[in-house]
């Protein structure tokens, strides 16, 4: 990641030298001036505490088992720079565990399924089932039609090629796909678990989150979201009455998803999606006291233990965003009631659903009269404009600092391919297989999971990194079944790892397939005793004794080993042709992208035009130009990008920076950058001592300038009024700046002595620094207010006398600018009383119809020429413009006496020259005359088109009524222009 790891291991050295309780009131003043941050209440800490514990683990094995350390050539422990290094790597190893250990939850239990339930075994795995059979009304076209159907191609195809055993039953759990029966061995689950952890280990989607450096929150919140979801999963294991295990699990869950509201705000994401799966078990009718009791505990240990995360405090119990999981959470108890008083009672179907009908009618009056008293009251928090934009059509958020992030905007196809790769393929194969033959309360989850990672990571391309663990996990279901598969067709049973390893894992489906062979063998029966005349009673199980059979005839074995031959053979060439190419095509593409990413952004390899490779640092040189070059309690105006480098770097002072707490202040900083030079420096002379600019092409600050002067508009309405897209700040064509861009101070300071004419004011900024290859320009601010800096020290705001809570304050010369601005209130704001609908929808319309937005900022531009054109003509002209029809008008600007050099002249020679043809239309249909207008020499936009030969220019002018007969000062025609 470009920026934020300088943050993270800043607060890092914070907490490790300073300890959690300064940590946590710590009001950091190096970062958002004036204002400052209170660090401790707005950062998720638990990567940093994670960090500091590990340091000073190392530290006290070094220091207390000093010679067995030293036996291994180990003299001192690491340092903490090297362990924040360490840390994405190590915790994306123990996030490729939990994937592994996700898919091995979903497979387990297959083949022992039935032999559990016989057995009577609690925690045993549970029947597997199609998720159409769950379903109302196509659960019976299921069982009636689908079922029989896929029986007999089944039949058809068992009595061609041998034993497939992929019969389908609703009523019965489903053996192995194309494996062996219950009794011949376990599920492939241990297989499964290895392909995922595989898969995991290098899949692009996660390597983008686990390279080493790239020390950010995500690295570790993805193994804290993977152990919740697996700890979940296997909360859910065995039988409906096993509420003991449970229990045990879903507490852990619940403490994993503490970690996780810890590490990172993502948390969100992961306490709803529990509580959708949750929910959506109890309307497929899978309710039952296990998932009470592993559901109940989950919330409760989670969410109390959440709150007590300073950034996160109440809002589990106010945001909007999270009174999803809390109504399931009051819901399931009202499920568990009825289904308790149901048992005792031993109600009718009919009793059940009138007592179902009243408790939840009686909850549903108490919760509309709740919230009719408290929603007045502003109690219940906002959806978040990025969590809101995951919803909308547009994919916009109406807020243009959010929408301005490149990681916000919507994911493409080749994104997928390029962060998954092969993944992309195999995982729905895995998803059908799960949702066809292998839906259980756990694995149904990555069903749910699968849903949302892809909704929300199409809506933003930063959440591919949430496709990650469920690709992996439903690949290795696909890999791992088609494994067993090939062992099934080779050894004529399928073997499974799982019989050496499920006692480690913790599983128990090993014990309960052993306990019923052991029973098979010896003629007994298993389990549960049936009741005469149950339907169980007439089919027959795999532990009962089976009747003696005739020995096979030489014409079935002949035909067994053919069919053995050509399936071996068709797997071979299966995985000859196809596997093992696509493997290591997807190992290569996998490692080439983990070098790439490895690569720190702030250096980077380049070629010049001679071919030569260089090693770009010019960010960093500027980095360091500042901290050797500058006082200690310099200040850096620079856009919000770099605030994090500026301060881990160079140790000064910064504006703004990447945590984006205050979008006035943000919208402050971008008027200052994209108002004209002598306004911004007005403000930036309270503001800093110097401004630091991205030069030297490609992503430079230039480039993003729209979106600056975008997020200033939507504080400081008059910066283009109307417009709250801004279009008349940016490129015309080919990179020529509209005027509103080319008069604007970051324009000046972007482009000094790059090009023709354009020079900063050299009584308002002086150069002191360029970059060796020019991507990064320094100036110092002149005319520095003194008083405003020593104000600001003298005026921080403690919410208590003595407490450490003190933000800063604007000083009084930027006060009534501030008060300019309005603050911003989004849609999602509805508890505001200064809503802003107007400016919304102008925002969405204008982004929705980017043509008509263009039109429009271009007619304004044109505008402005016009007035500025009327105030630069001689005083006829300025006096009588507006009182003359048109053809009068063009007679005044080709009478000789008005040929004048002015800025009308100039301004149209400009846009002929630099082919400004949008620009030049919406001028000449707001003041058709202006085609006509005539230069000392005589000559006017005719002769200019044809001396550069555009035609298009011509063109144009030709429509608006301009002649190419008339002639200038030397008799000459803007024909002759063509042909000299």
């Known amino acids: 990641h470009e920026f934020d790891p300088y943050f993270n291991l800043r607060a890092t050295e914070y907490l490790y030298h300073n300890g959690w309780g300064r940590f946590a009131h710590w009001f950091d003043y190096k970062v958002w001036y004036p204002l400052g941050r209170p660090v401790g209440t707005t950062i998720y800490p638990g990567m940093q505490v994670t960090s500091v514990f590990i340091k000073r683990s190392f530290d006290w094995i070094v220091a207390n088992f000093s010679s067995v350390v030293a036996s291994y050539g180990i003299k001192k422990g690491m340092s903490l720079n090297d362990v924040c290094c360490f840390v994405p790597a190590w915790f994306g190893s123990v996030a490729t565990l939990f994937t592994g250990l996700m898919a091995y939850e979903a497979t387990v239990g297959v083949s022992g399924a039935k032999v559990g339930e016989e057995a009577g075994g609690k925690g045993s795995p549970q029947a597997f089932r199609c998720l159409l059979s769950g379903v109302p009304l196509l659960g019976y076209v299921y069982a009636k039609a689908i ?56 899949v692009p989607a996660h390597i983008m989150r686990s390279v080493g450096g790239g020390y950010d929150n995500e690295s570790v919140a993805m193994s804290a979201m993977t152990a919740t979801f697996w700890l979940w999963m ?136 709740l919230a009719a008293v408290i929603w007045p009251t502003g109690y219940f928090g906002p959806i978040s404009a990025r969590v809101r934009g995951l919803f909308v059509k547009h994919t916009k958020t109406g807020n243009p600092l959010v ?25 729905p194969v895995g998803l059908a297989l799960v949702a066809l033959f292998h839906v259980n309360d756990s694995s149904s989850f990555l069903l749910v999971y699968a849903a949302a990672a892809y909704f929300f990571s199409h809506k933003m391309v930063r959440l591919i990194l949430l496709t990650g663990p469920i690709g992996s996990a439903l690949a290795g279901v696909a890999l791992g079944r088609v494994s067993g598969w090939a062992m099934a067709a080779l050894l004529d049973f399928q073997p499974s790892f799982g019989d050496l390893v499920d006692p ?58 053919l069919v053995r031959a050509a399936r071996v053979g068709l797997f071979a060439y299966a995985v000859q042709e196809y596997a093992i190419p696509h493997a290591q095509a997807f190992y290569d593409m996998s490692h080439t992208v983990a070098k790439q990413m490895s690569h720190p952004t702030i250096l980077f390899k380049a070629n010049t035009r001679d071919g030569q490779t260089i090693i770009v640092d010019d960010y960093r040189d500027a980095y360091l130009w500042l901290r050797d070059n500058t006082p200690e309690d310099a200040r850096i105006m620079a856009w919000w990008d770099y605030g994090y480098q500026i301060t881990g770097i160079a140790n000064r002072t910064t504006v703004a920076d990447g945590n984006t707490w205050n979008h006035e202040h943000i919208a402050l900083l971008g008027r200052a950058l994209t108002s004209p030079e002598k306004e911004g420096h007005r403000i930036a002379r309270h503001l800093a001592d110097y401004v630091l600019v991205w030069a030297g092409g490609g992503g430079d600050d230039l480039a993003k300038s729209p979106h600056l002067a975008r997020i200033a508009n939507s504080i400081y309405r008059h910066m283009c009024p109307g417009d709250p897209t801004c279009r008349q700040f940016g490129f015309l064509q080919q990179g020529v700046p509209s005027p509103m861009m080319e008069a604007s101070l970051l324009y000046k300071l972007h482009s000094h002595g790059q090009k023709p004419g354009v020079e900063a004011d050299n009584n308002r900024f002086r150069h002191v620094h360029t970059s060796k290859y020019g991507k990064v320009r320094i100036y110092k601010i002149l005319s520095v207010s003194k008083d405003s800096k020593e104000w600001v020290k003298k005026n921080r705001k403690c919410n208590v006398p003595g407490g450490w809570y003190c933000p800063g304050q604007y000083p009084p010369a930027l006060q009534k600018i501030v008060k300019e601005g309005r603050n911003f209130a989004q849609l999602e704001d509805f508890n505001r009383g200064d809503s802003d609908e107007e400016y919304q929808k102008k925002y969405f319309d204008m982004l929705n119809n980017p043509d008509k937005a263009k039109r429009k900022a271009q007619k304004k531009m044109a505008q402005q020429e016009r007035k500025k054109a009327a105030a630069s003509g001689s005083d006829s002209y300025k006096a009588d413009l507006d009182k003359m029809d048109p053809s009068q008008r063009i007679r005044v600007m080709n009478n000789r006496a008005n040929w004048k050099d002015t800025e009308l002249t100039s301004t149209m020679w400009s846009m002929i020259a630099e082919s400004k043809l949008d620009l030049l239309e919406e001028v000449l249909e707001e003041e058709p005359a202006f085609g006509h207008v005539r230069s000392s020499d005589g000559r006017g936009p005719m002769f200019w088109a044809h001396e550069f030969g555009n035609k298009r220019v011509v063109d144009l002018l030709k429509k608006y009524g301009v002649s190419e007969t008339e002639r200038d000062a030397k008799g000459m025609t803007p024909l002759d222009m063509r042909k000299g």
């Open 403 to 427: 929408d301005s992030v490149a990681e916000h905007q919507p994911a493409s196809a080749q994104a997928y391919t390029q962060y998954l790769s092969d993944v992309v393929y195999i995982a």
């Open 504 to 561: 480690i894992a913790g599983g128990d489906e090993g014990e309960v397939a052993i306990e019923a062979e052991v029973a098979n063998k010896k003629g007994g029966k298993k389990g549960k005793k049936k009741k005469k005349g149950d339907k169980a009673d007439e089919e027959p199980v795999e532990t009962q004794e089976k009747a003696p059979s005739s020995p096979p005839s030489v014409f079935s074995m002949l035909r067994s080993v």
């Open 234 to 369: 296997r909360s859910l294991r065995g039988d409906g009455d096993n509420t003991q295990s449970g229990m045990a699990w879903g507490a852990m869950a619940g403490i994993a998803y503490f970690y996780m509201a810890a590490v990172w705000g993502g948390y969100v994401f992961v306490i709803n999606l529990v509580g959708v799966h949750c929910a959506l078990l109890i309307l497929f009718g899978r309710h039952s006291s296990k998932l009470h009791r592993s559901y109940t505990l989950f919330y409760l240990i989670g969410t109390a233990l959440a709150t007590s995360v300073p950034v996160v405090g109440w809002t589990p119990l106010k945001s909007l965003e999270q009174m999803g999981p809390m109504a399931v959470f009051f819901g399931i108890q009202l499920v568990e009631y009825c289904e308790v008083k149901r048992k005792k009672e031993k109600l009718s179907f009919k009793e059940a659903w009138k007592l179902r009908i009243k408790v939840f009618g009686a909850a549903g009056l108490v919760a509309v009269a």
């Open 147 to 202: 079922v029989p159907t896929v029986n007999v191609v089944m039949k058809s195809l068992d009595s061609v090629f041998g034993s497939n055993n992929l019969g389908i039953d609703t009523r019965k759990p489903l053996p192995t796909l194309f494996g062996s029966s219950a009794t011949s061995g376990s599920s492939p689950a241990v297989e499964c678990g290895l392909f995922a952890a595989a898969i995991m280990s290098i």
